[in-house]
């Protein structure tokens, strides 16, 4: 089993949802989040005051796959995703050695 953890731009978010429904991907964790990478933040005005944001609001979607689902559910987050400039976002990939559904305590991947 592989977790998958992408972190998108929030205007993205409805694209990828709906590019994992197409590809068979049903359940997801949806994590609205701030950060920075190499787009480190910029600047606004308010009030006539200049201020920066380097905490650019994210969403970060986190899903656990079967291994064989790994690289459909990859393929269409980076279709959907992409927009080809700074700050689309990251996808990271993380082994899962067990999990449990704590309604009946299924175990591995019968509990996905």
């Known amino acids: 089993m592989m ?6 731009q929030p205007s993205r978010f409805e694209s990828v949802r709906d590019a994992l429904r197409e590809a068979g ?6 994590i609205e989040v701030r ?10 005005v308010y009030r006539g005051r200049e201020y920066t944001v380097d905490l650019l609001p994210k969403v970060m979607v986190e899903i656990v796959l079967r291994d064989a689902q790994v690289p459909v559910a990859v393929e269409a987050i980076l279709k959907a995703a992409q927009t080809g400039k700074i700050g689309d976002g ?3 990939l993380t082994q899962v050695e067990d999990a449990i559904r704590i309604r009946n305590e299924e175990r591995g991947e019968n509990a996905l």
């Open 3 to 8: 977790k998958i953890e992408a972190v998108i």
């Open 25 to 30: 991907i049903q359940g997801m964790t949806v």
């Open 35 to 44: 950060g920075h990478g190499r787009q480190k933040g910029h600047t606004e």
């Open 90 to 92: 990251k996808i990271f």
